[in-house]
C-alpha cells in the first residue's frame, strides 16, 4: 500500500545535541510537509517543500532544519534540541495536481529530549 | 482571513448513542474541508472530505459530515458511538492561494466514548 513512512517512531536526544527525523512516501506526491505536536495540541506547520521549493513558515525557529533530497525522502534535523521542542513531529505528503489540499500523514515520530 | 473553529474541545457520549462534534469555517474562497481522526500515539487518518460536490459527504466507520454554507458549518457526526471512536478528531479548512494551499487546523475536539 502506498503509504506516509516515519523512522524512528521513537526517537530520545540529549539537550543540546543534534537530531534528524526521516520520512518517506510512496505516494510520489510533490509536496511534504513537516509539523510539530504538542501535548493535546493541534499540529502546527513548520515548512513544507513544494516540489524542490522550501516554504519555512514565519515562526518556525531557525533551529529547526529540512532536506529533500529527492521526491520521497525529506528529513527534519533539529540542531540543538531544546527541552521544549519534546514533541510529536508529524510527516505528510499531498498532490498540487488536485484542485484540493487532501494531505495523508505518517504515524509520527515521539521525539524525547533529556 | 480563513479561519476554523471546533467549538467544543471535549465531546461525551455513551456507546451507542449519536455522535456530533462541530466546526465552523470562515473562508474567502471556495474551501475545502477535511475531517481527520487521531487515536493516541499516532498519526492522522482522514475521515472525510468535502471538495465542492456533494454536500453530504459519508466518511470511514460510519461517519459524515454536511457542508452548509449558509451557516459556514461543517459539522461531523456519527448515527451510533463505537468505543474505538474514543480519540482527537480535527476540522481542517484549506484554500488555494498563488502559492499553492494555505491549510488550518482547528484545536481538535476529544471525544469520549462511555460503556
Known amino acids: 500500500d502506498a503509504m506516509v513512512i516515519q523512522n524512528p517512531r521513537y526517537q530520545v536526544t540529549q539537550f543540546g545535541k543534534p537530531v534528524t527525523l526521516s520520512c518517506s512516501q510512496t505516494l510520489n506526491h510533490n509536496v511534504m510537509y513537516w509539523y510539530q505536536q504538542k501535548s493535546s495540541q493541534a499540529p502546527k506547520l513548520l515548512f513544507h517543500y513544494y516540489d524542490k521549493d522550501f516554504n519555512n513558515e514565519a515562526d518556525t525557529p531557525d533551529n529547526f532544519q529540512s532536506r529533500r533530497p529527492n521526491t520521497s525522502f525529506c528529513f527534519l534535523d533539529i540542531r540543538s534540541p531544546g527541552l521544549g521542542d519534546a514533541a510529536m513531529y508529524l510527516c505528510a505528503a499531498a498532490t498540487a495536481a488536485l484542485p484540493y489540499n487532501e494531505q495523508f500523514f505518517g504515524p509520527g515520530t515521539r521525539l524525547t529530549v533529556l | 482571513a480563513q479561519s476554523v473553529t471546533q467549538l467544543d474541545s471535549h465531546v461525551s457520549v455513551s456507546e451507542g448513542t449519536p455522535v456530533l462534534l462541530r466546526c465552523n469555517y470562515s473562508?474567502?474562497?471556495?474551501?475545502?474541508l477535511f475531517w481527520y481522526v487521531q487515536h493516541p500515539n499516532k498519526g492522522l487518518q482522514l475521515l472525510l472530505k468535502?471538495?465542492?460536490?456533494?454536500?453530504l459527504v459519508k466518511g470511514i466507520n460510519g461517519f459524515e459530515a454536511e457542508f452548509k454554507k449558509s451557516e459556514t458549518s461543517f459539522h461531523l457526526t456519527k448515527p451510533s458511538a463505537h468505543m474505538s471512536d474514543a480519540a482527537e478528531y480535527f476540522c481542517?479548512?484549506?484554500?488555494?492561494?498563488?502559492?499553492?494551499?494555505?491549510?488550518?487546523f482547528g484545536a481538535g475536539t476529544r471525544l469520549f466514548v462511555k460503556a
Open positions: 481542517v479548512v484549506s484554500d488555494r492561494n498563488t502559492g499553492g494551499f494555505k491549510t488550518i
Open positions: 473562508s474567502s474562497y471556495s474551501p475545502s
Open positions: 468535502y471538495t465542492s460536490a456533494a454536500t
